[in-house]
């Protein structure tokens, strides 16, 4: 690979698309970013559209770090949320129109990556990170490899936490995503008569003073997580327990006030480093690890004209 070999990372959020122009070393080289698309189609011309704002040269391949259930392997959405590409045949299209290869990977699979190359994950070979924001995702790495299963491992928002929990989207009760994603912190915010929409770090401050209603919804959302993250050390035995996320700064903050619940479950949890640009660095460099070679520029006049969206 050249030393100046650079991918195009995408990470689809559930408000934006954010791309970027990413380095042989992981370094952002300039970014943009577009509302997302509820719509499949038009979220995929709007992809083509950023690839296209940032398309260099220099540029050998395209990551797109995609919410919900993927099979990297076969370049397959199997499911989604909000915005559902499933069957869209993402990759393919996105590299017939814009002349480059293409990777797709769970989103959370590539904020680790990112994480192990650039961020707070550095040099460690096996770590487990569980990212929480409007719901909870996962992944993990296992002597430097990510693990995969047959195609979509790595669901850690799906830890059982409590059998006769609330109903969760996968079909069963009490996953940690429903104890301690975003979503169940606003639940438990408004079952503890605090104001709607108080900011987690509010919380923190009035627990802190000794406020009851606000350490009751720290306990009800943080515990159930330490109890996710115990149960996945144990079967996993990382090096490392990451948390990232929109939340993940608060979740781990809360955390340090929550002990492991046994001995044997003793591993360093820390805050991931790279915010929200994780997705789009780990999608690129998952890009530039998986083809070394430079292509041949894509020749112009197959290019559609796309409508700007509006
Ligand atoms: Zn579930």
Known sequence: MPETSTAIGIDIGGTNLRAARVSSVGGILERVSERIDRDADGAV????ELVRQLDRPDVTAIGIGVPGRVDARRRAVLSGGYLNLAGTALAERVERITGKPVVIDNDCNMALVA????????????VVMFTIGTGIGGAIVQEGQIVRGRGTAGQLGHITVDVN?????????????????????ARHVAEAGLPAGTAIDDIVRRAGRGDAAARRVLDLWVRPLRAAIDSASAAFDPDVVLLGGGLGKAAWR????????APWYQYPVEAAELGDDAGMIGAAVCALIEHRTVMPPPVAAELPVLERPA
Do not use: D, H, Q, Y
């Open 165 to 185: 929990g609330a109903p969760c989207v996968c079909g069963r009760r009490g996953c940690v995503e429903t104890t301690s994603s975003g979503m169940a912190l």
């Open 115 to 126: 994480e192990i190359a650039v961020g707070a994950g550095r040099g460690r070979e096996n």
């Open 45 to 48: 011309r709007r992809i083509v």
């Open 254 to 261: 809360a955390l340090r006030k929550v002990p492991a619940l």
